[in-house]
């Protein structure tokens, strides 16, 4: 079959992918920029579209012979704008597709079955009524909270979890929820495929329990075998709420935000069949943890939420930055010396970041990171979504990859922290002569006055760190 994807790039668009590949079909991958999407390149059976859904004017067309397509794009802005952007990302993917000869589309959904929702889960009860509205037929499935390595979900509980042996927390976290493991939202997703059975119909997907925040966080720290303390408070006003959720885990203040408002509204799924028609064995809420630890375990994270750029409200044009300014910036440049072809030396650079750190001065970084979030950033939290792997898009702490090249030796990382100015950092390992060269730079464009008071404030902070970060990353005896 011939499948088209939008949002193929997203948490679970890789994830969906990943499954429909092994599976054979033929697939179309509708993605804002395909520099995110490098490593599916040469594959004969995936076709990468750039599409813009906010801009009819540009991007690649739809082929016509589809034969079902899958609308897997959210958003997690701020205010009313982001409602409006969804609606109007809807119905240009309803007007695209409404010219091919696609016969199904499936989109996933948020559970909406409170009177009163918070605005994202409105957003997408709205979002599914535009895709109605179009010529063909729609399948919906509506998740709550979603379980699996690099899930939002996850992610944050395991922040709260294993930071915080104590915790007082607000009221939400008794709010009723149903939470699904992400195998079992492939399963669904994949089960209804062009099967005419489910045309036309919206079903709600859940694990086999009915849980609360706070019981989800006492299962969490039971599977990974650590005891916690919770103590529920209703004095917490849902700003305090955000700064809580923020400062303590990788999400952004917007997000956590969002977040908060979400939790608010119990996600319980109505009663249906769907499961035992398409002979799925639901996964509890400690097996679904069980199985992504071992995931993070394998080093077979596949996606995380936190390389989407919503969930940081990066710029979609962060792409046009893949080439370094030299006019207007300051510089640290310093280079080093091989004693061999420096694929050892590469690999240290590879795995930069997260739990390994920054090879020199994380404790300097690691305050970088804390002075970042109290001014509203995305700190050092974030780590990186594969101890093996990079791919242009990724977070990595408070970067985003712009180029990940493990064949030519170049990484080249562009800061998304708070900063008076733009800021990149990149590695290079190149052949000169009969040489091998390490080659390491950070470039900061200053924007005004408080640009360049920054840089030179910094800068000797800059001079210990940078220098002792090649001389480390020069040496081949890092672990591993």
């Keep these: 079959m011939r499948i088209l994807i939008a949002g193929a790039n997203g948490y679970i668009g890789r994830r969906l992918l990943s499954s429909l590949k092994e599976s054979g079909h033929e697939l179309i991958c509708c993605v804002r920029d395909k520099w995110r999407f490098e490593q599916e390149k040469g594959n004969e059976r995936i076709k990468v579209l750039e599409v813009n859904f906010l801009d009819p004017s540009h991007g690649d067309a739809f082929p016509e012979e589809i034969d079902a397509a899958y609308f897997l794009i959210h958003s997690m802005r701020e205010g009313e704008a982001f409602q409006e952007m969804e609606k109007t990302v809807a119905k240009e993917f309803t007007r695209r597709l409404s010219e091919t000869s696609c016969r199904q589309v499936i989109y996933l959904s948020g559970i909406v079955n409170e009177a009163i929702l918070s605005q994202h889960l409105a957003s997408r009860l709205a979002t599914e009524k535009i895709l109605q509205s179009g010529p063909i037929p729609v399948t919906v499935l509506r998740a709550g909270i979603v379980v699996g390595s690099g899930s939002s979900s996850f992610e944050i509980i395991r922040d709260i979890v294993e930071k915080l042996p104590f915790m007082i927390t607000p009221s939400w976290v008794r709010t009723k929820c149903q939470p699904i493991a992400i195998r079992n939202v492939i399963e669904f997703l994949t089960g209804v495929l062009l099967n005419e059975a489910y045309f036309n119909h919206d079903y709600d997907i859940g694990g086999p329990e009915?849980?609360?925040?706070?019981?989800?966080?006492?299962?969490?720290?039971?599977?990974?075998?650590?005891?916690?303390?919770?103590?529920?408070?209703?004095?917490?006003?849902?700003r305090l709420?955000?700064?809580?959720?923020?400062?303590?885990?990788?999400?952004?203040?917007?997000?956590?935000?969002?977040?908060?408002?979400?939790?608010?509204?119990?996600?319980?799924?109505?009663?249906?069949?769907?499961?035992?028609?398409?002979?799925?064995?639901?996964?509890?809420?400690?097996?679904?943890?069980?199985?992504?630890?071992?995931?993070?375990?394998q080093n077979e994270v596949v996606s995380s939420w936190k390389d989407?750029?919503?969930?940081?409200?990066?710029?979609?044009?962060?792409?046009?930055?893949?080439?370094?300014?030299?006019?207007?910036?300051?510089?640290?440049?310093?280079?080093?010396?091989?004693?061999?072809?420096?694929?050892?030396?590469?690999?240290?650079?590879?795995?930069?970041?997260?739990?390994?750190?920054?090879?020199?001065?994380?404790?300097?970084?690691?305050?970088?990171?804390?002075?970042?979030?109290?001014?509203?950033g995305v700190g050092l939290n974030r780590g990186r979504t594969s101890l093996a792997t990079l791919h242009s898009g990724d977070t990595l702490d408070f970067w985003r990859v712009l180029v990940a090249d493990k064949a030519n030796k170049r990484l080249l990382l562009y800061a998304e922290m708070k900063l008076p100015g733009e800021a990149w950092l990149e590695f290079r390992v190149e052949n000169k002569g009969s040489k091998t060269i390490l080659m390491q730079t950070a470039t900061f464009r200053p924007i005004g006055i408080w640009g360049r008071v920054y840089w030179y404030t910094m800068l000797p902070f800059h001079y210990f760190i940078f220098r002792g970060m090649i001389d480390k990353l020069a040496k081949t005896d890092q672990p591993a």
């Design 308 to 376: 989407a750029f919503s969930a940081s409200n990066t710029d979609p044009a962060i792409a046009a930055h893949a080439e370094v300014p030299n006019f207007g910036c300051f510089k640290d440049s310093k280079t080093k010396e091989l004693q061999d072809d420096g694929e050892k030396v590469f690999d240290n650079i590879w795995h930069i970041g997260g739990n390994r750190g920054w090879y020199y001065g994380n404790v300097l970084w690691k305050f970088r990171g804390l002075l970042d979030k109290a001014f509203g």
């Design 241 to 297: 709420s955000s700064y809580w959720l923020y400062f303590v885990t990788s999400t952004s203040y917007t997000l956590a935000k969002n977040l908060v408002d979400s939790m608010k509204v119990n996600v319980v799924c109505r009663p249906n069949h769907l499961a035992d028609d398409l002979k799925i064995n639901l996964l509890s809420y400690r097996e679904s943890v069980k199985l992504a630890f071992q995931k993070i375990d």
């Design 210 to 238: 009915i849980l609360t925040y706070k019981q989800m966080l006492l299962d969490f720290a039971a599977v990974r075998q650590l005891k916690r303390l919770i103590i529920t408070v209703p004095v917490m006003t849902p």
